[in-house]
DNA sequence: TTTGATGTATAAGTAAGTTATGTATTATTT
DNA sequence: AAATAATACATAACTTACTTATACATCAAA
């Protein structure tokens, strides 16, 4: 007798987490005080098991944008000789990450109305 | 004494809509046998209060892309001397009409998990 | 008569990703 | 001991899916 196991790892068509990289990232710095990028690609990855995975060519491009708007602050820090470099959300990146999760939300609401989407019953 | 009232066109920013289209146009057409393109905008429009609006310049190349991937058909008609083409899905595009419809279902449910958003309360 | 709505189409430019590559340290496996 | 994987950052070249602008044409309304 065999028994098979066939994961399907069902990561989603990248078009779909386009937009959301931003609020994703500011989301995680408003519930977490402080984070570096290879930890929210560790955090997302394990929150969503394995359903979205931030490439590193996504991920650092947007965490420059972020400091170079003022939503985030940084700080530099050595594990024994590895540079390791935290974000922490500015005043202004508090208050954009509430919007941004606020859009985001909106939008899915509009997006289940028009394609018709029903609550999940579980 | 002046009544001012303020209309905010809440717009989503465009990157949020950006993956979704291709998944819009299939349902649409799933529920609705046949379709115009400039229908679609309108009944989108229109469904979405305003906050979905798609443009000429993102929709025609979409659908083009739909039929040269054979999932819709289509259909030339004359309103006087006015030419209308009318989308019908294929049997592969009914397929994949579910299949986009469901993802995007599955991906929303991620995020809203990922995000912390509590369901609307209404 | 000219503006707005209806209707389709394409070209140029942009934003936000992917893919690939590079560098370096540390832990784990063979 | 050596090779591989994980940790950690970064950037360059390319692609995709749009936006913005333009074009053309018919028909209704101001």
Known sequence: MYICLIY???LYSSELIKGTLKTIILKLLA???RMYGYEMTQRVKTATANKIE??????????HALESE???TTEIEYIGKRVRKYYKLSPDGAKRSQEKVNELADFMNT???LLDIKPKTT
């Open 54 to 63: 931030i490439t590193e060519g996504a991920l650092y491009p947007t965490l």
């Open 111 to 113: 997006m289940k109305f």
């Open 8 to 10: 399907t790892f069902m």
């Open 70 to 72: 003022g939503l985030v």
């Open 31 to 33: 519930d977490n005080n």
